[in-house]
């Protein structure tokens, strides 16, 4: 049985495509069924509504049945235009309830209809690397490879329109993590000489500390013990912008077992450490200082001047005194989707309120389609590109809202959307905070 939990995201993605809920989904129950399911039945909206209607119904709040209503929608509607809507709302909600087998089934359908859409490939990858065995493994290395090819497409569009160094760098990193996670499945099968291409394609692109330990597990296992070595002097030292400390303890046992093994003791070790810090910091620098320019002379987010989506300035500082509410999104985020139409929904409760103010910003490293993308959404929030803001706040996923009060201090912050109760609950805490805040200010 699946978590009734799921059925407020259903109804969020519908809030998102502007459709009633009913209009989804198709129940067909076993005594209503037809008798050759083979034939597909001409339908008309008004049909398809009032099966949609008895498929609620019948639920009753039973994840199970409604997933059958939906199988059953799709095999009585085959050329239904709520086809890709259905399918993606499958995809979607299995993914909620830890069902991969269904991800996996159905996604791979949706992927018929949208074959570049890389939230969905993603999905698909994250569901395969749950099912131990080898041909969900080469499944997952070629969605990851597309996701791949997707993601060095948008990030030579991105840089062809500007020259950002702080873009180039998330992009390096992303790339980076999809090549991680194609050589884990190569690993996981055995495959170690296209793991081993695969690190050492992540470790060019963007370098870490993890990448370098992963190439001496490797090089180990393929009994290569002077090439480990190597690489977990370059772990051991890496300046990682996040350091492990645990893992910095067990890239040192590693070390130090190899090392003693050759040389009998670990004299010399400590000059071999220092020389390649001294080399990887030599390297480094414009990665290190770039980590920290988000923040240099900026560490109140209220001093902060960013780029609206027409390009014009907008400083921080006159919400300054203001409750201030703040959405971080993307265009390739599904939920932001349902996040952004649901702050503006609460948005315009307030519009009368001056004490209340609210910003849509975009963590997108490619802008060019941001403009049109909120021209398809329809929002009225104040709208701006997040500019290391997001970075400067520790926003680590989207969407992310965060709520500041007037005195310039975080006072809530929630990641991920619960579209069920999202409206009601951010409106209970901006009451909460305007009251407590104009309580202070007396």
């Known amino acids: 049985m699946w978590p009734r939990a799921v059925f407020p995201w259903v109804l969020g993605f519908c809030l998102v495509a502007n459709i009633n809920p009913c209009t989804l989904v198709a129940a067909q129950s076993p005594q209503n069924a037809p008798a050759n399911k083979s034939v597909p039945q001409a339908s008309s909206d008004s049909e398809e509504q009032n099966v949609i209607d008895s498929a609620f119904r019948s639920a009753d709040g039973n994840p199970q049945a409604l997933l059958a209503n939906l199988e059953a929608f799709l095999t009585r509607f085959p050329q239904s235009s709520r086809r890709e809507l259905v399918l993606r709302t499958i995809c979607t909600y299995a993914s909620q309830a830890n069902s991969p087998d269904v ?49 060095e497409a948008q990030r030579d569009r ?11 760098e998330q992009w390096a990193e992303r790339i980076a993590a999809s090549y991680a996670q194609r050589a884990g499945f190569y690993r996981d099968s055995s495959d170690l000489d296209r793991a081993m291409a695969d690190y050492e394609r992540c470790y060019a692109t963007y370098p870490t500390a993890r990448i370098a330990e992963q190439l001496g597990d490797i090089c180990l296992q393929r009994g290569d013990s002077a090439r480990a070595q190597d690489y977990y002097l370059t772990a051991f030292v890496f300046p990682d912008k996040d350091a492990d400390f645990e893992r910095r303890l067990e890239i040192r046992r590693k070390l130090g077992g190899l090392y003693v093994a050759q040389h009998h003791s670990e004299e010399g070790l400590g000059a071999l450490l220092l020389a390649r810090y001294d ?80 910003l849509s910003l975009s963590t997108d490293q490619d802008r060019s389609g941001v403009p049109a993308f909120l021209k398809q959404q329809g929002w009225t929030l104040p709208a701006a590109y997040a500019q290391g803001l997001d970075h400067l706040l520790g926003v680590s996923e989207i969407p992310t809202l965060v709520i500041f009060d007037r005195q310039g201090r975080i006072v809530f912050r929630q990641e991920g959307v619960n579209p069920g109760s999202f409206t009601q609950e951010l409106d209970k805490h901006l009451q909460q905070i305007l009251q407590t805040s104009e309580g202070n200010q007396r």
Request: hydrophobic share 40%.
């Open 279 to 358: 080399l990887l910091m030599q390297q480094f620098a414009g990665r290190l200082s770039s980590n920290q320019a988000h923040t240099q002379g900026s560490r109140d987010p209220f001093d902060l001047v960013l780029e609206r989506i027409d390009g014009t300035p907008l400083p921080l500082a006159p919400y300054r005194g203001k409750v201030v509410v703040i959405d971080f999104w993307a265009t390739w985020c599904g939920p932001c989707r349902m996040q952004g139409k649901l702050v503006d929904q609460v948005a315009e409760q307030y519009r009368a309120d001056h004490d209340a103010a609210f």
């Open 103 to 151: 991800v996996v089934e159905y996604g791979q359908k949706l992927l018929e209809l949208t074959p570049g859409d890389p939230q969905l490939l993603l999905m698909l990858i994250q569901a395969l690397s749950r099912r131990n065995d080898q041909a969900s493994r080469a499944l997952a290395v070629d969605y990851t490879s597309r996701v791949i090819k997707i993601a």
């Open 158 to 168: 991105a840089a062809a329109t500007r020259d950002d160094n702080n873009a180039r």
